[in-house]
């Protein structure tokens, strides 16, 4: 039996949204704090082996991956805003919408002071030639190549799809159980080795190559803009068969 707070808004229903993204942050260590000390850490860290490379002589650009440790953390709070505010949520009466709308603004609040955490950082590294020893944390050439309202716009997009991944993992869950969840993510696996192996037996990687290249960053962002959508209506289609 569908739980009467599945789907159907009452009055007042855009309040009762905006109830939720402050639910979602009555902790503010998921949505705040802790993306905050991921993003820092990751910083400082990736400087410092930056200016540890530098003092060895390595006067080339220098780039890590330390940048993509905040958007990972970005699943981990898709999870928690799934596993530890649904609750709530239902005690509070919401519905199922109201509580997933209000759970994206608020993902969309935090990956907003995120992505322009990285414009701005990528700012610094462009004036300074990299922290004076060529070094390279939020500014990548290919993702600044049509300037950076498009690199915020990527990062921005980035965050949010880490977060619609994580949240629905999460309803799948809470939905039908760790072995339903662990044979989602063996079909999906499956199904990009496939994808490898249909394009190697092709021989099409310089093709693909060829078609990252010309699509560029904001390509590939607008192309993400459309998975987000995807994964979104799927999650939200599973949270609202998912009982009280």
Same mark, same amino acid.
């Given at each position: *039996?569908?739980?009467?707070?599945?789907?159907?808004? +009452?009055?007042?229903?855009?309040?009762?949204?905006?109830? $939720?993204?402050?639910?979602?942050?009555?902790? #503010? @260590?998921?949505?705040?704090?802790? +993306? #905050?000390?991921?993003?820092?850490?990751?910083?400082?860290?990736?400087?410092?082996?930056?200016?540890?490379?530098?003092?060895?002589?390595?006067?080339?650009?220098? =780039?890590?991956?330390?940048?993509?440790?905040?958007?990972? =953390?970005?699943?981990?709070?898709?999870? @928690?805003? *799934?596993? *530890?505010?649904?609750?709530?949520?239902?005690? *509070?009466?919401?519905?199922?919408?109201?509580?997933? $709308?209000?759970?994206?603004?608020?993902?969309?609040?935090?990956?907003?002071?995120?992505?322009?955490?990285?414009?701005?950082?990528?700012?610094?590294?462009?004036?300074?030639?990299?922290? !004076?020893?060529?070094?390279? %944390?939020?500014?990548?050439?290919? $993702?600044?190549?049509?300037?950076?309202?498009? /690199?915020?716009?990527?990062?921005?997009?980035?965050?949010?799809?880490?977060?619609?991944?994580?949240?629905? %993992?999460?309803?799948?869950?809470?939905?039908?159980?760790? /072995?339903?969840? $662990?044979?989602?993510?063996?079909?999906?696996?499956?199904?990009?080795?496939?994808?490898? /192996?249909?394009?190697?037996? @092709?021989?099409?990687? +310089? @093709?693909?190559?060829?078609?990252?290249?010309? #699509?560029?960053?904001?390509?590939?962002?607008?192309? !993400?803009?459309?998975?987000?959508?995807?994964?979104?209506? !799927?999650?939200?289609?599973?949270?609202?068969?998912?009982?009280?």
């Amino acid at each position: *039996m569908t739980a009467p707070t599945a789907d159907r808004a +009452p009055a007042g229903g855009r309040h009762r949204t905006l109830n $939720v993204v402050r639910l979602q942050f009555v902790n #503010a @260590q998921t949505f705040v704090w802790v +993306p #905050a000390l991921v993003l820092g850490g990751a910083w400082v860290l990736t400087l410092l082996i930056h200016a540890i490379i530098h003092s060895a002589g390595g006067t080339d650009p220098k =780039y890590g991956g330390g940048s993509q440790a905040p958007l990972w =953390y970005f699943l981990v709070i898709g999870v @928690q805003a *799934m596993t *530890m505010t649904f609750p709530f949520s239902q005690a *509070m009466s919401l519905t199922r919408r109201e509580f997933y $709308v209000g759970s994206l603004a608020a993902a969309a609040v935090s990956a907003l002071g995120m992505s322009l955490a990285f414009v701005l950082l990528g700012l610094v590294e462009q004036a300074t030639d990299g922290y !004076g020893f060529n070094g390279y %944390f939020a500014y990548l050439d290919w $993702v600044w190549a049509d300037g950076p309202l498009a /690199a915020g716009l990527t990062y921005f997009v980035l965050t949010m799809l880490f977060f619609i991944v994580g949240f629905w %993992f999460a309803t799948v869950f809470k939905r039908f159980g760790t /072995a339903v969840l $662990v044979l989602v993510l063996l079909a999906i696996g499956l199904a990009l080795i496939g994808v490898v /192996a249909l394009i190697t037996w @092709q021989q099409a990687w +310089p @093709q693909v190559g060829q078609w990252l290249a010309g #699509a560029g960053a904001l390509g590939l962002t607008m192309w !993400g803009i459309g998975l987000s959508a995807l994964l979104a209506a !799927g999650s939200y289609l599973t949270l609202r068969r998912m009982p009280a």
